[in-house]
């Protein structure tokens, strides 16, 4: 019986997870296939009782369900756990079990760039669920002393709960971005070109820094169109979405993503950007 897989989210269109596990599925003769499904506001339960009825074999959530997939899980992996955030379900005899590998995904790409030290001082801006599995995994991860800065100040101030990190005003940290090695935008801020504002300005950035936008289509947002006109090493979220995608495949069918082919068929999407 063919399996099926899906990514679902809102907005959904600009997702090229769909084209990218097609790939892997063929490259591995699985009988499968991988879809995106669009969330209206007010259906999140409906879809979820109707991917439950399909035998859904596993899924990616993606903004700005995160979180509101925990109810409906039936296990949580402890890194999904520690950061309140799912972006992975694999379905096992009708159990759903919730993993996050956005954190670690994330991580592996920054340190392509180089080796995160504890001098360095990291800025996150926003407070989401890619927010939360970042922060952890850096958190466990690298001795870097962590600021999280995010429009309601109270949600930031909740992550940082706990931990000898910071959370500050969006205000703050554009005052003091001159303060930084590491900038990580997580927000949905350029992702379309109704929400192109951006979170905080970049003015008084220190050349050199390096500027992260976990957004990878479009490829240049303009977070890090102007960060670069700063003199900011530049990374997008290519390297977070297909580092994240591939521990997903491998936790859906237990064979070995291939990264090179996952990378080359996105930027063959982005018209290779």
């Given at each position: 019986m063919k399996e099926l897989y899906c990514v679902i989210g809102n907005p959904i269109a600009h997702s090229l997870s769909p084209v990218m596990h097609t790939a892997l599925l063929e490259q591995n003769k699985i009988d499968a296939s991988f879809v995106p499904f669009l969330i209206k506001e007010g259906t999140f339960t409906t879809v979820m009782e109707g991917l439950k009825a399909l035998g859904i074999s596993g899924?990616?959530?993606?903004?700005p369900f995160k979180e509101d997939i925990l109810p409906f899980l039936d296990e949580l992996d402890p890194e999904a756990e520690s950061c309140g955030a799912v972006n992975t379900v694999v379905s096992q005899n009708g159990r759903w079990k919730g993993f996050?590998?956005?954190?670690?995904?994330?991580?592996?790409?920054?340190?392509?760039?180089?080796?995160i030290t504890e001098a360095?001082?990291?800025?996150?801006?926003?407070?989401?669920?890619?927010?939360?599995?970042?922060?952890?995994?850096?958190?466990?991860?690298?001795?870097?002393?962590?600021?999280v800065a995010n429009r309601t100040l109270e949600k930031a101030v909740q992550m940082v709960e706990g931990t000898a990190h910071k959370a500050i005003s969006l205000a703050d940290a554009e005052s003091q971005?001159?303060?930084?090695?590491?900038?990580?935008?997580?927000?949905?801020?350029?992702?379309?070109?109704?929400n192109a504002n951006l979170p905080i300005r970049l003015?008084?950035?220190?050349?050199?820094?390096?500027?992260?936008?976990?957004?990878?289509?479009?490829?240049?947002?303009?977070?890090?169109?102007?960060?670069?006109?700063?003199?900011?090493?530049t990374q997008n979220g290519l390297p977070m979405f297909v580092n994240q995608a591939a521990i997903a495949f491998e936790l859906w069918t237990g064979k070995k993503a291939d990264r090179d082919l996952m990378r080359e068929i996105v930027l063959k999407q982005l018209g290779g950007k």
């Amino acid at each position: 019986m063919k399996e099926l897989y899906c990514v679902i989210g809102n907005p959904i269109a600009h997702s090229l997870s769909p084209v990218m596990h097609t790939a892997l599925l063929e490259q591995n003769k699985i009988d499968a296939s991988f879809v995106p499904f669009l969330i209206k506001e007010g259906t999140f339960t409906t879809v979820m009782e109707g991917l439950k009825a399909l035998g859904i074999s596993g899924f990616n959530i993606t903004s700005p369900f995160k979180e509101d997939i925990l109810p409906f899980l039936d296990e949580l992996d402890p890194e999904a756990e520690s950061c309140g955030a799912v972006n992975t379900v694999v379905s096992q005899n009708g159990r759903w079990k919730g993993f996050n590998t956005d954190g670690i995904g994330y991580l592996e790409g920054l340190q392509d760039i180089r080796a995160i030290t504890e001098a360095d001082r990291i800025l996150i801006v926003g407070a989401g669920g890619a927010s939360k599995a970042i922060f952890q995994a850096l958190t466990h991860h690298t001795d870097a002393r962590l600021t999280v800065a995010n429009r309601t100040l109270e949600k930031a101030v909740q992550m940082v709960e706990g931990t000898a990190h910071k959370a500050i005003s969006l205000a703050d940290a554009e005052s003091q971005i001159a303060n930084y090695t590491i900038v990580i935008q997580t927000t949905s801020s350029g992702l379309t070109k109704e929400n192109a504002n951006l979170p905080i300005r970049l003015h008084d950035l220190t050349a050199g820094t390096i500027v992260s936008d976990i957004i990878y289509n479009p490829a240049q947002t303009p977070f890090l169109k102007e960060a670069k006109a700063y003199g900011a090493v530049t990374q997008n979220g290519l390297p977070m979405f297909v580092n994240q995608a591939a521990i997903a495949f491998e936790l859906w069918t237990g064979k070995k993503a291939d990264r090179d082919l996952m990378r080359e068929i996105v930027l063959k999407q982005l018209g290779g950007k």
